[in-house]
């Protein structure tokens, strides 16, 4: 939770350059929890897959950070290394990241009301202006609270339902093989989506369709 509400407030109460960037995340739970083998390769993922989403203006993107810290929490609360039971996780988690952002998105309404009494006490007339250093320090206290106690609620809920789960599909997942290469090409479709532009998408398909080529006359496959 601590970790939670820090790099969520990166996003937009505090400019901290990239601090809430999955990446740097993973590298901070990382030399803290000495769990390199898991973290890094999961916020590797996330940032793969958030790679274009940056909190700027009024564009609230998905809370990768929320999303992150919720899978490795469970994966630290199971012991999970795997990668195979690390996309399991992931796939759990996923949802926690549209719900962190449509808590920004209340939180920036709530603001709104506040901002509005301000502009009115500025009016003529009125004996007390309500002050914006003021509004400012409520704003970020109410997103601390409403961040950490979000998360603690995503958190009851994911533990006991992953307890549950996990068991259930312990054999189907040790027949996957799954690698954490597998987990990042996964985690490529955010990068995709970043290009933005047809020409860019064609281009991109071309060489893919090339780089096929190639590989299959290397191995003898064409």
Not at 82 to 90: E, F, T
Not at 93 to 116: C, D, I, V
Not at 135 to 147: D, E, H, I, S
């Amino acid at each position: 939770m601590f970790f939670f509400v820090l790099f969520s407030m990166a996003r937009f109460g505090l400019n901290l350059g990239f601090w809430d960037r999955p990446l740097v995340i993973g590298l901070f739970w990382s030399a803290t929890t000495g769990n390199w083998e898991f973290a890094v390769p999961a916020a590797l993922f996330f940032e793969l897959f958030f790679l274009d989403l940056f909190p700027i203006g009024t564009f609230i993107p998905p809370h990768g950070p929320f999303a992150l810290l919720a899978t490795l929490a469970m994966a630290h609360i199971f012991e999970v290394t795997q990668p195979s039971w690390g996309l399991v996780l992931i796939m759990l988690s996923m949802p926690a990241a549209l719900l962190g952002s449509k808590l920004e998105q209340r939180h920036r309404q709530w603001q709104n009301f506040g901002y509005t009494r301000m502009l009115q006490s500025t009016r003529p007339g009125r004996e007390h202006s309500v002050s914006a250093p003021l509004l400012a320090r409520n704003a970020l206290v109410q997103m601390c609270l409403v961040q950490g106690l979000a998360f603690v609620l995503v958190m009851g809920v994911l533990t006991p339902f992953a307890e549950w789960l996990l068991p259930r599909l312990q054999s189907r997942v040790l027949m996957m093989s799954v690698s954490w290469p597998h987990i990042w090409m996964l985690g490529t479709l955010g990068a995709l989506l970043s290009f933005r532009t047809r020409k860019v998408y064609a281009f991109f398909l071309v060489m893919v369709f090339i780089a096929g080529l190639v590989f299959g006359m290397g191995y003898g496959v064409l």
